[in-house]
Nanobody
Framework: QVQLVESGGGLVQAGGSLRLSCAAS????????MGWLRQAPGKEREFVAR????????YYADSVKGRFTISRVNAKNTVYLQMNSLKPEDTAVYFC??????????????????WGQGTQVTVSS
């Protein structure tokens, strides 16, 4: 079992940047593919980005491609989401998630078994 704790959310103006962090407990962090998903008020949770166990493969939603970067440092049990050129429509609660079934991107990159509690990101116009 892995436990995930997100941090780094906050309020930022449109065009600004934020970096989210997700710290994982346990010794098996490197065996999980990791992802970021988000949920805006009144909307369903949506996939944002995924990274393979080694960090060698990444996958992004079209809405964030070229603006967001997912990365991980296995020695620190941490995954990051660097968010640049933020837009008001990026406002949401951002969740970190872990997938133990597929080490790479997998056939369903938006499916995960373990979730953090989320961190709020608000982008003002």
């Amino acid at each position: 079992q892995v436990q995930l704790v997100e941090s780094g959310g906050g309020l930022v103006q449109a065009g600004g940047s934020l970096r989210l962090s997700c710290a994982a407990s346990g010794r098996t962090f490197s065996s999980y593919a990791m992802g970021w998903l988000r949920q805006a008020p009144g909307k369903e949770r949506e996939f944002v980005a995924r990274i393979s166990t080694s960090g060698g493969s990444t996958y992004y939603a079209d809405s964030v491609k070229g603006r967001f970067t997912i990365s991980r440092v296995n020695a620190k049990n941490t995954v990051y989401l660097q968010m640049n050129s933020l837009k008001p429509e990026d406002t949401a609660v951002y969740f970190c998630a872990a997938d133990s079934r597929y080490s790479g991107i997998g056939p369903r990159p938006y499916e995960y078994q373990h979730w953090g509690q989320g961190t709020q990101v608000t982008v003002s116009s």
